[in-house]
């Protein structure tokens, strides 16, 4: 059973950081292209960043040159850090595996004031 679990979010400053982790059960994590994905009030879930099984990485342009994916295959486990965050980074935060359908985790609260 594939298990996601995000953890790190909370309330933040704007120009503030937070790193975001996902601990990943259930899957050989290493061979999975992997993503974060963000969800606003009142907006559709959408694709923050990528990683590839080879590290490849992508980004939304919103967020290109502020946020950094990252993987540590052996302790299975996705990373997303966050840096000069902005109030419209506020949402909740998920990861999953970059493919249909696939499970989500419960998501963790990134909260950015003015």
């Known amino acids: 059973q594939v298990q996601l679990v995000e953890s790190g979010g909370g309330l933040v400053q704007a120009g503030g950081s937070l790193t975001l982790s996902c601990a990943a059960s259930g899957i050989i994590f290493r061979l999975k292209h992997m993503g974060w994905y963000r969800q606003a009030p009142g907006k559709q879930r959408e694709l923050v960043a990528g990683?590839?099984?080879?590290?490849?990485?992508n980004y939304a342009a919103s967020v290109k040159g502020r946020f950094t994916i990252s993987r540590d295959n052996a302790k299975s486990t996705l990373y997303l850090q966050m840096n000069d965050l902005k109030p419209e980074d506020t949402a909740a935060y998920f990861c999953k595996q970059m493919v249909s359908p696939a499970p989500w985790g419960q998501g963790t609260q990134v909260t950015v004031s003015p």
């Open positions: 990683i590839s099984s080879g590290g490849s990485t």
